[in-house]
């Protein structure tokens, strides 16, 4: 038996009593509270929709307040509670819950319940994240483009009830295992931010060059090609779905494309500006949320209209120094855009400056900076599959602790 039975023996030798959540406590609907009614100071509120993008397990805090005749009128969650999102656009969504642990009241929304209980409320906050729950959950949520469920629904939610003094010990052991994971993540992300600003630092002294040591040109003097590509229509499912990969801009982020996100079929190609492209093109995103980010198609594909498609000529450039070169000169390019996402054109990228070293200096620079290149990207392919597996080792350890054998009636 593991460590984990043993501790679960050692706090509940006989098994506990499992109850509905409504036997516990009682689900009370917020009300009246609106977007448009938050402001920046005044008396706690929480809306919905913030459990979603703000709260964690349980706050003492509030991001938004409401005047404090507004909040008389509105219906409050007290300390303890539980305060839960009870829509969503996916199931994992659906009853998000933070545990309102302040001193004060809290106003709550419409689409939010607020659970009334008897039990440690961080170990009711916890019990909502783990499997049994969501499992018993997924049951009984309702709707098609929005998910929801109700109150009732939540009240047949069975939930195990331990001790007082058990169900405190299992949140210390918790609250410890959570703060473990966050240091962890927080000397991870460091890691590789001094990895990237080391990086950054010499990819920037390697391409700087003294007068004599390149001669200057533009992106499209040492092109063969330069192309942009096309969206079929997006109304003909007959377009989507085939064997093509077609790539958008916003999987341009200075990477190499192995793979796109969307394929597109042969009669897509064909009724639309889309085009073949070889591998190896530079490729920079013209706008949108990545306008002047580069990569390098590692596959031949198409592209939509946002990708400018440089054909290195490979008598003049490597392509990837040229790769290296406009990741490096990524805020100077962008600072060429126009409008709120600083949008590109074909013109201003083809213009664009760039130093041209011997082809044998170009080829020894690409070697450092491909092989710093991987060592980061190596490290951002560990920072999420090592965060990954300590969630999971966490998520085990929670369920287990949050799962007892059933004390006879």
Not at 45 to 74: D, M
Not at 258 to 280: C, D, F, H, Q
Not at 294 to 316: E, F, G, K, R, W
Request: contains cysteine.
């Amino acid at each position: 038996m593991s460590r984990i039975d043993d501790l679960i023996g050692e706090l509940a030798p006989k098994g506990v009593q499992y109850k509905t959540l409504g036997d516990v406590g009682e689900f009370v609907r917020g009300n009246g509270l609106q977007k448009s009614d938050l402001i920046s100071e005044g008396a706690p509120a929480i809306h919905y929709g913030q459990i979603h993008t703000h709260y964690g397990r349980w706050t003492k805090t509030t991001k938004s307040f409401v005047r404090p005749e507004l909040a008389a009128k509105l219906r409050r969650a007290k300390p303890g509670n539980l305060v839960i999102a009870t829509t969503s656009e996916d199931d994992a969504g659906v009853a998000k819950a933070t545990a309102w642990i302040g001193k004060d009241e809290v106003a709550v929304s419409g689409d939010a319940y607020i659970y009334r209980h008897s039990a440690d409320p961080k170990y009711v906050a916890y019990f909502f994240q783990s499997e049994q729950f969501q499992e018993q959950k997924r049951r009984h949520i309702t709707g098609t483009k929005v998910r929801r469920i109700s109150g009732g629904s939540l009240a047949k939610i069975r939930i195990p009830v331990p001790p007082v003094d058990v169900q405190r010990e299992i949140v210390r052991i918790l609250d410890h295992f959570t703060e473990l994971e966050a240091e962890l993540e927080a000397e991870l992300e460091a890691e590789l931010e001094a990895r990237r600003l080391q990086y950054a630092h010499y990819r920037s002294s390697l391409l700087t060059f003294n007068e004599d040591a390149a001669h200057w040109g533009t992106l499209g003097e040492i092109c063969t090609k330069v192309s942009s590509g096309g969206t079929p229509s997006s109304g003909r499912s007959d377009y989507y779905g085939g064997d093509i990969p077609w790539l958008r801009t916003q999987e341009v982020d200075s990477v190499d494309i192995w793979s796109t996100g969307v394929r597109i079929t042969e009669e897509g190609l064909r009724n639309s500006s889309a085009k073949w492209i070889p591998a190896n093109c530079v490729i920079v995103a013209m706008y949108g949320a990545t306008a002047a980010k580069v990569a390098v198609n590692a596959i031949p594909l198409t592209t939509n209209q946002a990708c400018c498609n440089l054909q290195i000529d490979p008598s003049q450039a490597e392509y990837r120094y040229v790769f290296h070169w406009i990741a490096n000169e990524y805020d100077r390019l962008r600072a060429l855009g126009e409008g709120s996402q600083s949008n590109l054109n074909a013109q201003k990228v083809k213009n664009y400056p760039i130093p041209i070293p011997p082809l044998e200096e170009q080829r020894r620079i690409l070697s450092i900076l491909d092989k710093f290149d991987a060592l980061v990207n190596d490290l951002s392919v560990g920072l999420p599959g090592e965060l990954k597996a300590r969630r999971q080792q966490y998520e085990y350890y929670r369920d287990r602790l949050l799962t007892f054998e059933e004390a006879a009636a």
